[in-house]
């Protein structure tokens, strides 16, 4: 949301998600860029330290915001930053630098930030694996309408690239592949649910983490699709359960929820016990 916008960040204080990204950048114009900085200041000070983690997205490296938004990062409040167009190296280079320099990641105080990459282009998702191996990151979201724009697509073709399983595919196992996690991008559509739903499921189904969302009337669906159903964490359980009484007689595998048990399947129902509830109803 643009940082500067008060009246979404009053109401963002009470939504049951787990990160609030205040925009700095394509959500504010150039005439607003400043004000929206002194803003995300200001909200940051006073952020409940309880509530939603909160997070920056600034402007890039090579534009003349960039060196004064990192600096607003300053505050404890903020968690996280993205970096938004990411392309290179370089880039993520030059903001673990800035950081370092107001001591953050590594800095006199060791405080640590975490650096999201926004992938926004052709050549970020094809090259996911190599940017998330970067020093400092610490995962990627999916950045879909600046990825439409370069490649020329119209608002039917955004929609069908948001549903393109190679490109997410491609960024989730790319992140995945580094040991960082991946977001999922919003869901362009109000007042489609059951296609929100099934969006939010397909994103978990590939290896994303969670899904940003732009409305709050998408966040108890997105919660829900990415935390663990009832029948989830049951099977998990009876799964454990039977791979541990097998293990004690001297077994290696077992039978349990209508699946053959061995220790990746045990692992994977692990992770599904200790996946962290979301807020409210029920995604990260």
């Known amino acids: 949301m643009p940082a500067h916008n008060a009246r979404y960040t009053t109401k963002a204080r009470g939504l049951a998600v787990d990160v609030v990204i205040l925009d700095l950048e394509d959500g504010v114009i150039e005439a607003d860029k400043e004000a929206a900085r002194a803003a995300a200041i200001a909200v940051a000070e006073s952020w409940d330290p309880d509530g939603p983690a909160l997070f920056v997205r600034i402007n890039p490296p090579g534009t003349r915001w960039f060196d004064l938004d990192v600096a607003a990062v300053r505050s404890p409040r903020i968690r996280g930053v993205l970096l938004p167009k990411a392309s290179g190296n370089g880039d993520i280079a030059e903001l673990v630098t800035r950081l370092r320099e107001h001591g953050i990641t590594g800095g006199v105080d060791d405080r640590t930030v975490e650096i999201v990459l926004c992938l926004e282009s052709a050549g970020s998702v094809l090259h996911t694996g190599q940017l998330a191996h970067t020093e400092g990151v610490s995962g990627v979201i999916v950045g879909l309408e600046d990825l439409s724009r370069e490649l020329g697509l119209s608002s039917e073709g955004r929609t069908y690239l948001q549903t393109s399983e190679f490109v997410r595919a491609a960024i989730a196992f790319g992140a995945l592949s580094a040991g960082k996690y991946a ?23 590939i290896g994303f983490e969670g899904k940003g969302v732009f409305h709050p009337s998408h966040i108890d669906i997105v ?17 454990i359960r039977s791979y541990e009484t097998a293990f004690a007689a001297g077994g290696g595998t077992s039978y349990a929820a209508g699946q053959l048990v061995d220790l990746p399947v045990v692992d994977r129902a692990r992770r599904v016990l200790t996946t962290i509830p979301a807020r409210g109803p029920d995604a990260r």
């Not at 977001?183 to 189904?205: E, G, M, S, V």
Request: hydrophobic share 30%.
């Open 183 to 205: 977001i999922d991008c919003h869901y362009p559509r109000l007042h489609d649910d059951d296609a929100l739903r099934a969006d939010a499921r397909k994103a978990r189904n």
């Open 223 to 239: 919660n829900q699709s990415f935390s663990p159903s009832d029948q989830e964490l049951a099977d998990a359980r009876e799964i």
